[in-house]
């Protein structure tokens, strides 16, 4: 993996921790900023290190949003002809697709949230698992307010996350959502009174869920999500080729035994993947 820039990643305890580095500008997403997060989510999804990925930031804000100046020196939109807009379907795909990869990882994604998180940073916190978030934090969807649609997935997961009527009144008005409400209306986990403290939960569940066997972890996130997308009679169904898939007797015996033990228990990782470019 090419040497990081906005952000830094640490792995330890079976923990991945990605830091989004940045506060001098407000933690901005530009180009840079998905390039070098969609190349770290593939990397822990191809790698079996981290059974959990914790992404936190730094500064007053988890994220500003997408930078402003993008849309005048990376983000190309030509609008003068059908063929370029045309093109610009293409080119939300490839933005959506990085955020998508929080949500299609084999590993839970935790997010610990301070202050602002604004507009393609809604984005980013609605494709991850839970979300741990600062009393100061707060969630705006930001792109109404400067003559757009939200286009990178906010429009398309809040509604699983929280009440239909709470998100379209977000989404026409552009109001700030406190994190004492988002605790409310089910967006975020829990409140914690500042940034530390919120990072710290995000740890410990994060700790929590990487004592437990990893392939269960997965098969647990996988039929969770389909679960959301399809009838409780698919989703049944789903679950019966899944868990046939991926049961494991030595698994349980390991669990049980230590519970019973009082002690930790010991599970192989995930195998990990290759590209089908890196075959023979």
Not at 192 to 202: E, G, R, S, T
Not at 230 to 245: E, I, P, R, T, Y
């Amino acid at each position: 993996m090419n040497k990081l820039t906005c952000f830094e990643l640490n792995i330890d305890q079976h923990i991945a921790h990605l830091v989004l580095n940045r506060p001098d500008r407000l933690n901005a997403l530009d180009m840079t900023v998905w390039r070098e997060l969609d190349e770290v989510l593939q990397q822990l999804h191809q790698a079996n290190q981290a059974r959990v990925l914790v992404i936190s930031s730094t500064g007053k804000h988890f994220s500003a949003g997408m930078s402003l100046e993008a849309f005048g020196e990376s983000v190309s939109m030509d609008d003068q002809s059908a063929e370029g807009r045309a093109a610009i379907f293409d080119m939300l795909g490839g933005l959506q697709a990085t955020f998508t990869r929080l949500e299609t990882l084999r590993i839970p994604v935790i997010v610990a949230i301070q202050g602002g998180c604004i507009g393609g940073a809604v984005d980013m916190v609605t494709a991850a698992c839970l979300r741990y978030a600062s009393a100061d934090a707060f969630f705006c969807i930001q792109e109404i307010n400067i003559g757009m649609v939200a286009d990178v997935g906010t429009l398309q997961r809040l509604p699983k996350l929280m009440p239909m009527a709470v998100v379209k009144e977000l989404a026409y008005t552009g109001r700030r959502l406190p994190a004492d409400k988002a605790l409310q209306y089910g967006l975020v986990n829990e409140v914690l009174p500042d940034a530390a403290a919120a990072l710290k939960a995000a740890m410990q569940a994060a700790a929590e869920i990487a004592a437990k066997p990893p392939i269960a972890i997965w098969g647990t996130k996988q039929a969770l999500h389909y679960a959301r997308d399809h009838s409780v009679d698919d989703a049944l169904k789903q679950m019966g080729w899944l868990q046939s898939g991926i049961w494991s007797n030595p698994h349980v015996k390991e669990a049980i035994t230590a519970f019973q033990k009082k002690q930790a228990a010991n599970f192989p990782d995930l195998a990990p993947l290759k590209s089908f470019k890196d075959l023979a």
